[in-house]
């Protein structure tokens, strides 16, 4: 069994910064792609950001390219998402997620695992 723990969410205000981290349980970490997602009230859950086992490669979601960065740490058995300039719209529950396919998805279908997820509230 994996378990995800997310952490580092908040109250920020517009253009400020946050960095959520998020801790797996398990040996098998570095075999997996791992991924974060986002869900606001009234909307489904919607991509992030993406990043391969090895964290050579990585896949953002067009709404946050450039402002948001995905890193992971397979020493520490954690995945990291820096968020810059944040907006309002960027407001939700932030969740990482396990990915289960071999050439990485945007589709949350594609991720077995999930953690409790971190509300970030970006509000001036």
């Known amino acids: 069994q994996v378990q995800l723990v997310e952490s580092g969410g908040g109250l920020v205000q517009p253009g400020g910064s946050l960095r959520l981290s998020c801790a797996a349980s398990?040996?098998?970490?570095?075999?997996?792609?791992m991924g974060w997602f986002r869900q606001s009230p009234g909307k489904e859950r919607e991509f992030v950001a993406r990043?391969?086992?090895?964290?050579?490669?990585?896949l953002y979601a067009d709404s946050v390219k450039g402002r948001f960065t995905i890193a992971r740490d397979n020493a520490k058995n954690t995945v990291y998402l820096q968020m810059n300039s944040l907006k309002p719209e960027d407001t939700a529950v932030y969740y990482c997620?396990?990915?289960?396919?071999?050439?990485?998805?945007?589709?949350?279908?594609?991720?077995?695992?999930w953690g409790q997820g971190t509300q970030v509230t970006v509000s001036s």
């Open positions: 398990g040996r098998t970490f570095c075999s997996y792609g």
């Open positions: 990043i391969s086992r090895s964290g050579g490669g990585t």
């Open positions: 997620a396990r990915d289960r396919t071999a050439g990485g998805t945007r589709s949350s279908a594609g991720y077995d695992y």
